[in-house]
T-cell receptor, first 118, second 115 residues
């Protein structure tokens, strides 16, 4: 069965600290995509990144970086020099290719609430 | 311009009523979705529409019925509302009809409160 686990329910850091949000997934498929979304206190869901299962290169975007390790089925997200505006709930999600060709579901983890204190 | 919009943003209603939530996307996407986020923030797919055809229907009570008049709109109609329906409902869309796993872009959410 497909599953996404975000073991950290809540994390609290002080501004300028680095923080890593963990994501571990389970899937039987060899082709799949992984996503991270951010949900700030205002409630909307903001897309951050998509990574396909064949691309294990790490990605950096400003203060954000993602580490995809297929061997451990993990897709961790690191925020460097955190800021108060990074405070949000972060969701990791998995989408599979269905063999019938139909759109795969997005399976979400339960989210990690990050609080960055000044 | 808002890419995926939902109305209303907040909806408070009595048990037993029927209500609708509207969703529109101006991205030219072919596939649209409805997700439910419960009080514990857990997000779960409810429906997906591909070019006006239902392609996913998770174990959702049949009181919930998605209606897609065209590929830019996917409305959610809920009959006989129950207390447990209280949640935030998110609409989303993605580009292509057959899965190459395009990114799903979400609307701002509709917070439904059933009293």
């Amino acid at each position: 069965a497909q599953k996404v686990t975000q073991a950290q329910t809540e994390i609290s850091v002080v501004e300028k600290e680095d923080v890593t949000l963990d994501c571990v997934y389970e899937t039987r498929d060899t082709t799949y995509y992984l996503f991270w979304y951010k949900q700030p206190p205002s409630g909307e869901l903001v897309f951050l990144i998509r990574r396909n299962s064949f691309d294990e290169q790490n990605e950096i975007s400003g203060r954000y970086s993602w580490n995809f390790q297929k061997s451990t089925s993990s897709f961790n997200f690191t925020i460097t020099a955190s800021q108060v505006v990074d405070s949000a709930v972060y969701f990791c999600a998995l989408s599979e290719v269905n063999y019938g060709g139909s759109q795969g579901n997005l399976i979400f983890g339960k989210g990690t609430k990050l609080s960055v204190k000044p | 311009d808002t890419a995926v919009s939902q109305t209303p943003k907040y909806l408070v209603t009595q048990m037993g009523n029927d209500k609708s939530i509207k969703c529109e996307q101006n991205l030219g996407h072919d596939t649209m979705y409805w997700y439910k986020q419960d009080s514990k923030k857990f997000l779960k797919i409810m429906f997906s529409y591909n070019n006006k055809e239902l392609i996913i229907n998770e174990t959702v009570p049949n009181r919930f019925s998605p209606k897609s008049p065209d590929k830019a709109h996917l409305n959610l109609h809920i009959n006989s509302l129950e207390l447990g329906d209280s949640a935030v409902y998110f609409c989303a869309s993605s580009l292509r009809p057959v899965s190459r796993l395009d990114t799903q872009y979400f609307g701002p959410g509709t917070r439904l409160t059933v009293l």
